[in-house]
């Protein structure tokens, strides 16, 4: 090759090296000027719920374990709680004390009683019929003038006496016969729909001391296990159910407008690979919180807020864990 030719090699080669250069620095303040993608970041969440008592006791079982997937109606816990033994027990002798006086209400007095009553009416009437006798012979022997009438008014007292005595024996006859009033029967009536009341309460808390699942999921949890004390109310086995899932964002409120509800966006679970799934916008929150954003431009900016912003999966997804971080990009 002639020194002339090597010449205009090295020419071309530097005028290829500069256009070079030139295409690169071109394609670098290209992608240096062209809007960034936003990726936000999001993680899984479910519904979760709390299997507790109503009544305090010692836990007796604990019948799952964490992992377990338990359908609704599976046993979870059982407990033991003398103390609703004796109350029960209360409750059953009020019961029977209320049921007894109910029934001495409605038998009334007993038949020696009715007899008893019935003996001091004749014994009051044979005293009137006595009394009304001595009196007709008495105002007989005044008209005559043989008695004064002093004496005669004195047996024409004891008379109408005699008779106010067999009114009244005639009355406790009565009601000795006819048994309580009508207002004792009901009183001894709600009485014993008291105590009754009393037993079901009692019994239905004894039901809560077996406990079954109101909830299909898995057992994230068992706070309280055998021998503990538990307080009422307080849960002792937790379950999520990863089936009803969603994706939680906190979106800041310049970021807002891109999502509406009801809009589709896909996104990466990160920890399930590569792929991509399809998400509803399913809720955005009324109310925004303070956020730790910086300001939008300096010297004039404000405190940015970020509101609460839950997508749902469009179709189920599989090894789904409450946790995992799922990526949307805008």
């Known amino acids: 090759m002639s020194q002339k030719q090597k010449s205009k090699t090295g020419v071309l080669i530097v005028i290829a090296l500069i256009i070079s250069l030139i295409v690169w620095i071109s394609f670098t303040f290209f992608k240096a000027y062209q809007p960034k993608e936003i990726i936000l970041q999001g993680q899984i969440d479910a519904q979760s719920y709390n299997v507790s008592s109503k009544i ?4 007796s079982e604990v019948f799952v374990k964490k992992g377990d997937n338990i359908q609704v109606g599976k046993k ?40 008893a009553a019935l003996s001091q009416l004749h014994k009051a009437q044979a005293a009137e019929k006595l009394m009304h006798k001595t009196y007709q012979r008495v105002d007989k022997l005044f008209k005559s003038g043989v008695v004064s009438e002093q004496k005669r008014d004195e047996v024409f007292t004891q008379y109408k006496a005699a008779k106010f005595t067999t009114s009244g024996a005639y009355e406790l006859y009565l009601m000795a016969k006819e048994g ?27 039901k809560e001391s077996i406990q079954y699942a109101f909830h299909k999921g898995e057992v994230t949890q068992i706070l309280i296990h055998s021998g503990e004390l538990s307080p009422s109310g307080f849960p002792v086995v937790s379950l999520v159910d990863i089936e009803d899932s969603w994706a939680k964002f906190s979106i800041r409120e310049d970021y807002l407008p ?42 004039k900016g404000f405190d940015m807020k970020s509101f609460e912003v839950e ?3 469009l179709k189920p997804i599989e090894n789904l864990r409450v946790g995992m971080s799922v990526l949307l990009t805008l």
């Open 76 to 115: 979870i816990f059982s407990m033991s709680s003398p103390e609703l033994n004796t109350k029960l027990l209360q409750a059953q002798a009020a019961k029977d004390v209320a049921v007894a006086q109910k029934n001495q209400a409605n038998n009334g007095a007993r038949k020696q009683e009715i007899r």
């Open 180 to 206: 309580a009033r009508v207002e004792i029967k009901d009183a001894a009536l709600a009485q014993e729909k008291i105590y009754n009341a009393k037993v079901d309460e009692v019994n239905v808390y004894l």
């Open 258 to 299: 891109h999502f509406t509800v009801g809009k589709i966006f896909e996104a990466k679970i990160p920890a399930l690979g590569d792929k991509t799934y399809k998400f509803k916008v399913s809720f955005i929150s009324v109310m925004g919180d303070f956020a730790t954003w910086r300001a939008t431009e300096s010297g």
């Open 56 to 59: 305090p006791g010692r836990i």
């Open 311 to 313: 997508l749902r999966a």
